[in-house]
């Protein structure tokens, strides 16, 4: 078994997931979002890359069943139903939505690597049930850091860091990459402390600036989402029982 760590999507083609398990973290906000609306029972999240084409396919949904969520600049979008709060996402408001979501970095990279086998969601909120899961599937696994506008993050690197390493501990013999192994350095540095760590990146900074701290403190709580969620068909829901959908099934 093999771990590498894409630093940012942006560095490879989207051919590059072709046939393989690719595991997507957004953690200030987009894949800590789209836990908390799993957990609250959202039906399903179709992640989309632009907002003409979250907007279009809006459209064709009836009777309030679909929310229009996500962000600009960290703020909602005019005329959307919801921003990218995970605090916003209550049960009340969002319990048997279908939600299509559309954020800067986190919907793209999700997207992005719809070619792969299996795509799958982390943050820091399911990581322990993530890292036992991956272990079960017995494949290389391609991790994303999905960055800030193209370029790389800490915060997203770090959790990839923190995954690499709760699966080492499980399993002793898996290779590395060069990029695997520089996470989890960078997780050693700075993961000890992981709500500080997001106050000072740079993701983190802005989103202060705007008034979610919350967020951070949600995005950085360790283990509270235990779910599994995989992006299959174009959609996003959760794992039900250890059944491992493929596109292969
Ligand atoms: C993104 O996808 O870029 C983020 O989730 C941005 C944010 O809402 O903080």
């Known amino acids: 078994m093999k771990i590498n ?4 999507p942006n560095n490879v083609d989207d051919l590059y997931f072709t046939g393989k398990t690719t595991v997507v973290i957004d953690v200030l906000r987009a894949t800590s979002v789209i836990l908390k609306a799993l957990e609250n029972g959202a039906k399903e999240i179709i992640p989309v890359g632009s907002i003409d084409f979250a907007m279009k396919i809006s459209v064709n949904s009836h009777g309030g069943h679909t929310l229009l969520c996500g962000e600009r600049n960290t703020k909602i979008i005019e005329g959307f139903d919801l921003g990218n709060s995970p605090l916003e996402y209550t049960e009340e408001k969002i319990s048997g939505k279908s939600i299509i979501l559309f954020t800067t970095n986190g919907s793209k990279a999700i997207v992005k690597a719809k070619y792969s ?3 799958i969601i ?3 909120n399911n990581l322990s ?3 036992e899961h ?3 599937l017995e494949t290389d696994i391609e991790i ?4 800030t506008n193209g370029i790389f993050c800490l915060e997203d690197t770090i959790c990839a860091g923190a995954l690499v390493k709760k699966m080492t501990k499980i399993k002793s013999d898996i290779e590395l990459t060069d990029a695997a192994n520089a996470s989890l350095v960078l997780n050693e540095k700075y993961g000890s402390n992981i709500k500080m760590m997001m106050q000072n990146c740079q993701h983190g900074k802005l989103l202060l600036e705007n008034g979610f701290d919350d967020d951070i403190e949600f ?3 360790i283990d509270n989402i235990p779910l599994i969620p995989y992006f299959i068909g174009g959609e996003i829901k959760l794992l039900v029982e250890e059944s491992t959908p493929s596109k292969e099934a």
């Open 5 to 8: 760590v894409l630093l940012s």
């Open 117 to 119: 086998d299996k795509v």
């Open 122 to 124: 982390a943050s820091f």
């Open 129 to 131: 049930k993530m890292a």
């Open 134 to 136: 991956l272990i079960k």
């Open 144 to 147: 994303i850091s999905s960055g």
């Open 219 to 221: 995005c950085s709580t």
